[in-house]
T-cell receptor
Framework: KNQVEQSPQSLIILEGKNCTLQ??????????LRWYKQDTGRGPVSLTI?????NTKSNGRYTATLDADTKQSSLHITASQLSDSASYIC????????????FGTGTLLAVQP | GAVVSQHPSRVICKSGTSVKIECRSL??????MFWYRQFPKQSLMLMAT?????????EQGVEKDKFLINHASLTLSTLTVTSAHPEDSSFYIC?????????????FGPGTRLLVL
């Protein structure tokens, strides 16, 4: 069964600190892996997208890594800001005819002053 | 960047009434749009795939007669929740695939909060 699991479920950090979120997947075939940020009551916003051949991609203070062999990904947030408080969702595309997206349950990050 | 809008952003309706939610791609054409539902503290669940000019494809367990989807143009898809009940209260999010940029390019709308009393 295609699944995407994320850890931790929730995380509280102090402003200015770094953090790393984890994502494990069992999706096959694999097309790409995306990280989204979803503010409360809003739609997801894309942070990074990586294909099989890419093992790292950065977007400002966000850096995603991908190990396609172990089927693991991480999202590292550097020098966190209060505005980083949101849910971070790992999404894997199955590469089928419709490129179906399989969503993780997300990590809820709270950045405190 | 590409923008997807939804209207209304939130709606409250009485049980038994129908509610229409619009999803528009503002600066690109979208042959394919997707409708998701998200319950509190849960992830997005795909309800259906909307294809311009053809019938929508519904996920298992989603009633097509209850959730009517119309994709009449390359920039607009609508989801109508018919005879809404309190259990239909949820956050509905659409996404649109940029036809000109390949299957991996998908943009999400801001969501519509539906509350059925």
């Amino acid at each position: 069964k295609n699944q995407v699991e994320q850890s931790p479920q929730s995380l509280i950090i102090l402003e200015g600190k770094n953090c790393t979120l984890q994502c494990n997947y069992t999706v096959s075939p694999f097309s790409n892996l995306r990280w989204y940020k979803q503010d409360t009551g809003r739609g997801p916003v894309s942070l990074t997208i990586m294909t099989f051949s890419e093992n790292t991609k950065s977007n400002g203070r966000y850096t995603a890594t991908l190990d396609a062999d172990t089927k693991q990904s991480s999202l590292h947030i550097t020098a966190s800001q209060l505005s980083d408080s949101a849910s971070y969702i790992c999404v894997v595309s199955d590469g089928g005819a419709t490129n179906k997206l399989i969503f993780g349950t997300g990590t809820l990050l709270a950045v405190q002053p | 960047g590409a923008v997807v809008s939804q209207h209304p952003s939130r709606v409250i309706c009485k049980s038994g009434t129908s509610v229409k939610i619009e999803c528009r791609s503002l600066d690109f054409q979208a042959t394919t749009m997707f409708w998701y539902r998200q319950f509190p503290k849960q992830s997005l669940m795909l309800m259906a795939t909307s294809n311009e000019g053809s019938k929508a494809t519904y996920e298992q367990g989603v009633e097509k007669d209850k959730f009517l989807i119309n994709h009449a143009s390359l920039t607009l898809s609508t989801l109508t929740v018919t005879s809404a009940h309190p259990e239909d209260s949820s956050f509905y999010i659409c996404s649109a695939r940029d036809t000109g940029r390949g299957q991996e390019t998908q943009y999400f709308g801001p969501g519509t909060r539906l509350l059925v009393l």
